[in-house]
Each structure stands twice: as structure tokens, then as C-alpha cells.
């Protein structure tokens, strides 16, 4: 399941890295790693699986919850 807790481009955190390993694990591409940075690399993986997942506000300001 996906992490449920807000995270926001720029930030830095442990939930940013339960959302990387997230994405990792499912086969998206974050080159870096977990780093619990989220920077463009987590930005465009996220957008890729929201798109995926049919949600809207692809990867950009307030993540949020990432239940559809």
C-alpha cells in the first residue's frame, strides 16, 4: 500500500523514503535511491503511478494521501 502521509516536493523525511521504496518496488524509476529527499526523480516517478492509478494533480505541491 501506499504511504498515506503528506509530503511535499522539497522536503526531507522518512516518510518520503516509505514513499521511494514505495515506487521502487512496484518498478518505477528513482535513479538515487531512497534518499528521503523528494526532489524531480520522486516527482516523476509519483506522476507516473498516479497517472497510472487515475489521479489527478500529478506530483506537484502537497502530495497528500495517494488513495485514488
Known amino acids: 500500500n501506499p504511504p498515506t502521509v503528506p ?3 522539497g522536503q ?3 516518510d518520503v523514503i516509505a514513499l ?3 515506487l521502487l518496488s512496484l518498478g518505477y ?3 538515487a535511491g531512497p534518499t ?3 526532489g ?3 516527482q516523476q516517478a509519483l506522476t507516473q503511478w498516479q497517472v ?3 489521479i489527478t494533480g ?3 505541491g502537497l502530495i497528500g494521501g495517494l488513495n485514488p
Open 20 to 22: 521511494q521504496n514505495f
Open 36 to 38: 528521503g529527499y523528494f
Open 58 to 60: 500529478q506530483g506537484v
Open 29 to 31: 524509476s528513482i535513479p
Open 7 to 9: 509530503v511535499a516536493y
Open 52 to 54: 497510472a492509478n487515475g
Open 12 to 14: 526531507t523525511s522518512k
Open 40 to 42: 524531480s526523480q520522486t
